[in-house]
């Protein structure tokens, strides 16, 4: 824990350094100018990316079927556009072809998402600011990390719930989920390294950071970053209490983030009170209400949590994509397990 406070101050001091340090301030003209470039590449990306789409959908999405990935080659163009998340959006349609019964449903859904950010963008002026941010951010336009801090945080004891590390196109993503104990709020952070970079060290679930956090601008955002604590992470209450008492709640909490901001891909879901089931070898959770919640197709460890349950209901976390669940880390007894890939 000491190591890991160390880090943190570390990288606040060079933060600041940074800031405080700079021998001349960025010419505005200059900034403005760069701007206008990028701004005009990437609407000339997205105009580009409406009229392919056009066509895609009037000659019919039955012929998505046999042209193969037809989703690279524009993703590629809309990463040429400076348009990064736009492109991870058409890369994410990739086999949904593939995926069984209404297939073309979810795909024209994930089609409409993407056009109605394409009309968002052309309209961006007329928009309020949390929802320009949340189309700028949608898209891929990234702001710095120390114009993120410069704005007012919010302090809490923050429980650590789980995360992944992910790895495309040569970029390897940490991400972190924390739950605001007071505030009952969740909060995702994210850190990133190129090629052979080592990725930070992430925080371990379960843990308890004592800090403030400071969110991302946006209408209903969830990416944050935290300040330097004076307290490094400790351990978990066993009487703690942390997200939704069922089922519905958490929905209602999903549907409410959801409706400020419709390209959220990933929504956390810490349960309590959650009984494992599984029909026709489909697994998920069921709270007492006998609501359920369906786990990711593929995923390999709900006999270990069926173990660690011994049967009983538990806590549990996991990312909600709107149609399946992802455990992260379960809570049974007092002890807090990550499962696969998430840590």
């Known amino acids: 824990m000491s190591d890991w406070l160390e880090r943190r101050r570390q990288s606040a001091r060079k933060r600041a350094e940074q800031t405080q340090g700079s021998p001349a301030v960025a010419d505005p003209e200059a900034q403005a100018k760069r701007a206008?470039?990028?701004?005009?590449?990437i609407a000339a990306g997205l105009e580009e990316l409406e009229r392919w789409l056009y066509d895609l959908v009037r000659q019919g999405l039955a012929q998505v079927q046999s042209r193969g990935n037809i989703w690279q080659q524009q993703a590629a163009r809309l990463v040429d556009a400076q348009a990064p998340g736009v492109a991870r959006l058409l890369r994410n349609l990739n086999g949904i072809e593939g995926?069984?019964?209404?297939?073309?449903?979810?795909?024209?859904?994930q089609l409409g998402k993407i056009h109605l950010l394409i009309e968002g963008y052309q309209r961006l002026d007329r928009l309020p600011p949390e929802t320009q941010a949340d189309i700028r951010a949608a898209i891929g336009i990234a702001l710095k990390e120390e114009e993120v801090l410069a704005q007012p945080g919010m302090h809490d004891r923050w429980l650590v719930l789980g995360g992944s590390v992910e790895e495309e196109d040569?970029?390897?993503t940490r991400r972190t989920w924390l739950w605001g104990q007071e505030h009952r709020r969740p909060a995702l952070v994210l850190s990133f390294a190129y090629g052979r970079q080592p990725l930070s060290s992430g925080l371990?679930?379960?843990?308890?950071?004592?800090?403030?956090v400071v969110f991302y601008p946006g209408a209903a955002s969830?990416?944050?970053?935290?300040?330097?604590?004076?307290?490094?992470?400790?351990?978990?209450?066993?009487?703690?209490?942390?997200?939704?008492?069922?089922?519905?709640a958490a929905t209602a909490a999903y549907a409410a983030v959801l409706a400020n901001n419709p390209w959220m891909e990933r929504f956390p879901m810490a349960l309590q009170e959650m009984t494992l089931v599984c029909y026709n070898e489909t697994w998920g959770v069921r709270d007492r209400e006998h609501r359920t919640?369906?786990?990711?197709?593929?995923?390999?460890?709900?006999?270990?949590?069926?173990?660690?349950?011994?049967?009983?209901?538990?806590?549990?976390?996991?990312?909600?994509?709107?149609q399946y669940l992802t455990p992260m880390s379960v809570w049974a007894e007092g002890?807090?397990?990550?499962?696969?890939?998430?840590q």
């Not at 995926?99 to 859904?109: K, V, Y």
């Not at 969830?222 to 519905?248: C, H, N, Q, W």
């Open 36 to 41: 206008g470039v990028r701004d005009a590449r």
């Open 99 to 109: 995926s069984g019964e209404g297939w073309q449903g979810r795909l024209l859904e």
């Open 170 to 172: 040569n970029l390897k």
């Open 204 to 212: 371990i679930a379960g843990t308890l950071l004592d800090a403030e």
């Open 222 to 248: 969830l990416r944050a970053l935290v300040k330097l604590s004076d307290t490094p992470p400790g351990p978990m209450e066993p009487t703690a209490v942390f997200g939704y008492p069922d089922i519905a």
């Open 293 to 322: 919640l369906t786990f990711v197709p593929g995923f390999a460890h709900s006999w270990p949590i069926l173990a660690l349950s011994g049967g009983y209901p538990l806590a549990l976390a996991g990312e909600w994509n709107g």
């Open 335 to 342: 002890r807090v397990t990550p499962l696969g890939g998430y």
